[in-house]
């Protein structure tokens, strides 16, 4: 749980609508163009809910969460999403090696401070 004094440091997302359907589908669009890094969300509890029939119906209450989530029939990830993210990791970490083995590391000027330092 978050204390209410970073409240207002919490992402807040709201959507409407002529009707309830409306208004779902612009917070299903919203939920699939957010982005958030380097912090747990709720995105993919939220993303959940906007496709349950019992929250579509509005039928939940206080129970909703512990007796939704996680869905039991759930698979953990999607065919091929482990192997996808293994191998982008793999890139990433290539990538980054390969750049820093092309970034001259000694150079005169880098030479010269260290001489200089040295005095």
Known sequence: TVPSEYDPLLA??????RDRAEAVARMRRA???MRVAGVPTALPFL?????EPDFLAGQYDTDYVPTHW???ERGDLPDGAAAAGALAAVLAVR???ERRAA????TAWARAAREDGLR
């Open 95 to 97: 990538s980054r090696t």
């Open 12 to 17: 807040k997302v709201i959507a409407h609508g």
């Open 70 to 72: 996680p869905p039991a």
């Open 103 to 106: 970034t001259p590391t000694d």
């Open 47 to 51: 993303r959940y809910a906007m496709g």
């Open 31 to 33: 939920l699939d163009e």
